[in-house]
């Protein structure tokens, strides 16, 4: 059993930069992709960021592809999202997955998500 632990989140201004950290224990974390997901209130929780097990491939949505970083370390066991230039409609909960299948499968051909973080909120005021 994996668990995903989130961390980094909180209350920025418009045009900040704010990275987040997902540590997961339980599994062997070169074995699995890792992405970031969030929901907004009032709506579905999508896709924001893939990235595959040897932190070569990565996949990110429309929304915030130039804006969003997402990389791993392995030797760390840790994966991160280097959110820049927030804006108030990135305001949401983060959550950390990780997949037995690709990167590719967790957010851009499927919904390919093994275990999920409990999540850490990013508020971005205007």
């Known amino acids: 059993q994996v668990q995903l632990v989130e961390s980094g989140g909180g209350l920025v201004q418009a045009g900040d930069s704010l990275g987040l950290s997902c540590a997961p224990s339980?599994?062997?974390?070169?074995?699995?992709?890792m992405g970031w997901f969030r929901q907004a209130p009032g709506k579905e929780r999508e896709f924001v960021a893939a990235?595959?097990?040897?932190?070569?491939?990565?996949y990110y949505a429309s929304s915030v592809k130039g804006r969003f970083t997402i990389s791993r370390d392995n030797a760390k066991n840790t994966v991160y999202l280097q959110m820049n230039r927030l804006k108030p409609e990135d305001t949401a909960v983060y959550y950390c997955?990780?997949?037995?299948?690709?990167?590719?499968?967790?957010?851009?051909?499927?919904?390919?998500?093994?275990?999920w973080g409990k999540g850490t909120l990013v508020t971005v005021s205007s």
């Open positions: 990235i595959s097990r040897k932190g070569g491939i990565t």
């Open positions: 997955a990780a997949t037995r299948n690709t990167a590719q499968s967790m957010g851009v051909i499927g919904n390919e998500v093994d275990y």
């Open positions: 339980g599994g062997t974390f070169s074995h699995y992709a």
